[in-house]
């Protein structure tokens, strides 16, 4: 039997200081924010999505994005990204000199409404204008949509809504669009073939996994994504995160597992694994938390006996 070739080289999208920060309780100093991104952006990511310029009520921690773009030091091979999801969000984005917005929907109603207090019909008619605006602005546009394996209210997702929200998205001109596990309940059956219907509806070099590891499934489905022809993939550093309004579901993927399972399949990133375990540990000291990655975790313990053993 053939086996599937998988892609040579894979973009990875370090979420980390938005997905991983929006939902810690306690207000991360901007400096820390400003010292991730930077760390991250030199550790060889070609995106960063730094920031999210949404209603500072609904997700407080975000509320310094202005501040968080304006203190990093642009690197020129880094993309960085943030949230809008109205013309409210998009002018700070603009004013704040974001390469690229993401504009984000959900494949389930319920979500939607959760999230962003309206309707899938009502989120595609408001990222109207902020789609059309990036254009104008000469920026990249990204789709995201949320809950295509499952959704924390509504339970099962049909594939129809999925793609259903992925024409939509498409027929407003995102240049890539992103396919997510928001509460990690995916396995990789379910995510194989979630990815083949969204590659019938949109190309497949621009459509990302964006998955969330609750239930221990996200590397199984990234290489189920890998399997179908999937090249964009977004993580987190130490597995930061959770999401405001999916109670119970814990952070993105860790980027370094993820670096780690594409290494070691032969596969090139541009990025410096032993870089993002150091920003992982640096984090995760920052705010207090256990450094989610395992292999994060495997690899510092390798890095600390090394130090020691030159010590003696
Ligand atoms: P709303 O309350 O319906 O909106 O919220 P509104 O237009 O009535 O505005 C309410 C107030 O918010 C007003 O202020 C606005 O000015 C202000 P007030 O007059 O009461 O003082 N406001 C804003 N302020 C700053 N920036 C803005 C903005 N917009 C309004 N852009 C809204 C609608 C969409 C704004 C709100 O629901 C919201 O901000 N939701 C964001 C939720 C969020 O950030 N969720 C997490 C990110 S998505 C995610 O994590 C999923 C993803 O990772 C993929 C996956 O895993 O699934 C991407
Ligand atoms: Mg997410």
Request: glycine content about 10%; overall charge negative; charged content about 20%.
């Amino acid at each position: 039997m053939s086996q599937p070739v998988l892609p040579q080289r894979v973009k990875v999208v370090e979420v980390g200081p938005r997905d991983g920060l929006q939902n810690e309780k306690q207000q991360v100093p901007t400096p820390t924010k400003i010292a991730l991104v930077d760390q991250l952006s030199a550790a060889g990511f070609q995106n960063v999505e730094s920031a999210s310029f949404v209603s500072p009520k609904w997700v407080p921690q975000m509320a310094d994005g202005s501040e968080v773009m304006a203190g990093i030091t642009r690197s020129p091979g880094t993309v960085y990204s943030v949230l809008t999801p109205n013309m409210k969000g998009f002018e700070a984005a603009l004013a704040a000199k974001a390469d690229e917005v993401v504009i984000f929907a959900a494949a389930s109603e319920a979500f939607s409404q959760r999230n962003i207090n309206c309707s899938i019909e009502e989120s595609i008619a408001r990222f109207e204008p902020v789609a059309r605006a990036a254009k104008d602005a000469g920026l990249r546009l990204r789709g995201s949509i949320s809950c295509c394996l499952g959704c924390p209210y509504q339970g099962d997702v049909p594939i129809e809504s999925v793609v259903n929200v992925i024409q939509r998205l498409a027929a407003l001109g995102c240049d890539e669009i992103d396919i997510a596990d928001t509460i990690g309940v995916g396995t990789p059956g379910r995510t194989r073939d979630v990815m083949e219907a969204a590659a019938r509806a949109f190309p497949i070099e621009r459509l990302s996994g964006h998955f969330h590891d609750t239930y221990g499934q996200a590397t199984a489905n990234i290489y189920a994504a890998l399997q179908s022809g999937i090249s964009i993939f977004h993580s987190s550093v130490a597995g930061l995160g959770g999401c405001p309004y999916a109670k119970g579901a814990t952070g993105n993927v860790a980027t370094e597992d993820v670096l780690y399972l594409l290494h070691g399949l032969g596969i090139t990133t541009g990025i410096d694994l032993d870089a993002v375990v150091r920003t992982g540990d640096f984090i995760s000291k920052a705010i207090g938390r256990t450094n989610a990655s395992r292999v994060g975790r495997a690899l510092l313990a390798k890095m600390q006996d090394a130090d020691d053993a030159t010590c003696v």
